[in-house]
C-alpha cells in the first residue's frame, strides 16, 4: 500500500503541527498544552447566534471538548440502501494524542445503533450502575460480540492535515496483527486500502458502518469508499474501541455509559407500552 509511507506516520504530522503552531504562536502567552478546537463553517454560524434554537438542541449533539456535532438520526438510506433504518446517537468521545507536552485532538468518534435490537442484546445490563459500565468488561464483551445489530461509528477529523493515509497505519499497528491471525487480512487489506483513497480535512466526516450481517462499508462524506463482509472485521474494529485496551478510555466510556442510557429508555418505553 503505496500510501502508507514515513511521511504520513502520526508523529510525522504531529510534529509539523507543533512546529506551525509555535510559529503562529510566537510573542503569543500560552500554555505549553495546545489543542485546537474543531469548529465547521455552519457551527461557526450557529456560535455567533446568542441564543441557540432549540431545534437545533433536539437534532444534534456535541463531543465535550471539540463540539462536534452528531445528528441524534442517522438515515443512510439514500448511501446504502442496507442501512434502511434510521440509527439513533448513543455517544461520542476524543482520540488524542499528547507529543512533547502537547495534546493534540485526532478526530471523535460517535456510535449509532438500533435501540430496540441493542436492548434485545444488552437489556440485562439496565440494572447496572449508571457510569460504571466501560469498566465491566462482561459488557464489553457483549457489545464487541454482537450480531444481528447495526452499528455505525462516525469519526469527524478534528486535526488539520491529517491524512488519510496516517489513519490507516494507525488502524494497521491494532487491527493488522489481528486480521492475520485469524486469516482475514485480505478483507482487512480491502477496506484499508479503499479508506487510504479519502481525501482528509478538518471536519471530513468519515464512516464505518458494521452491518448486523458482518458487512463493514466505509463512507467518506456521503461516498461509498470500499465494502466487504467479515464478522471478524466488525469484531476487531469494536474490541479497538471498547476492548481491554482501546485506544481512547474516553471514546470507550463514552460509547458504553450512553449505550446504558440507551437500554434505559428502551426498557422504560417497553413499560409504558
Known amino acids: 500500500m503505496s500510501f502508507l509511507k514515513k511521511k504520513y506516520s502520526l508523529t510525522t504530522a504531529l510534529a509539523e503541527k507543533l512546529r506551525l503552531t509555535s510559529l503562529s504562536s510566537s510573542g503569543s502567552k500560552k500554555g505549553s498544552v495546545y489543542a485546537e478546537e474543531y469548529v465547521s463553517d455552519e457551527e461557526a454560524s450557529a456560535r455567533d447566534s446568542l441564543s441557540p434554537s432549540a431545534d437545533e438542541d433536539a437534532k444534534f449533539k456535541r463531543e465535550a471538548k471539540t463540539k462536534a456535532r452528531y445528528p441524534v438520526e442517522l438515515d443512510l438510506s439514500e448511501v446504502d440502501g442496507r442501512l434502511?433504518?434510521?440509527?439513533?446517537?448513543?455517544?461520542?468521545?476524543?482520540?488524542s494524542e499528547t507529543f512533547m507536552t502537547v495534546e493534540f485532538w485526532i478526530y471523535t468518534i460517535g456510535l449509532y445503533v438500533e435501540p430496540s435490537k441493542t436492548f434485545s442484546a444488552?437489556?440485562?445490563?439496565?440494572?447496572?450502575?449508571?457510569?460504571?459500565?466501560?469498566?465491566?468488561r462482561d459488557f464489553c464483551e457483549d457489545l464487541i460480540a454482537m450480531k444481528d445489530v447495526t452499528r455505525v461509528l462516525r469519526f469527524v477529523i478534528t486535526l488539520p492535515g491529517l491524512k488519510a493515509g496516517i489513519v490507516v497505519s494507525q488502524f494497521d499497528k491494532v487491527l493488522l496483527p489481528k486480521m492475520k491471525k485469524k486469516g482475514k487480512e485480505d478483507n482487512y487489506r480491502f477496506i484499508m486500502e479503499n479508506m487510504g483513497k479519502a481525501k482528509f480535512k478538518k471536519g471530513t466526516k468519515m464512516l464505518l458502518t458494521l452491518g448486523g450481517d458482518g458487512t463493514v462499508t466505509c463512507i467518506c462524506d456521503g461516498e461509498v469508499l470500499g465494502s466487504v463482509t467479515c464478522q471478524t472485521l466488525c469484531r476487531s474494529i469494536m474490541e479497538i474501541y471498547v476492548g481491554d485496551s482501546p485506544v481512547s478510555e474516553d471514546i470507550k466510556e463514552k460509547i458504553c455509559n450512553g449505550l446504558h442510557a440507551t437500554v434505559l429508555q428502551e426498557e422504560k418505553k417497553g413499560e409504558e407500552e
Open 122 to 136: 444488552l437489556g440485562k445490563y439496565a440494572g447496572c450502575e449508571a457510569g460504571t459500565l466501560h469498566g465491566n
Open 84 to 95: 434502511g433504518t434510521p440509527l439513533s446517537f448513543v455517544g461520542a468521545g476524543l482520540r
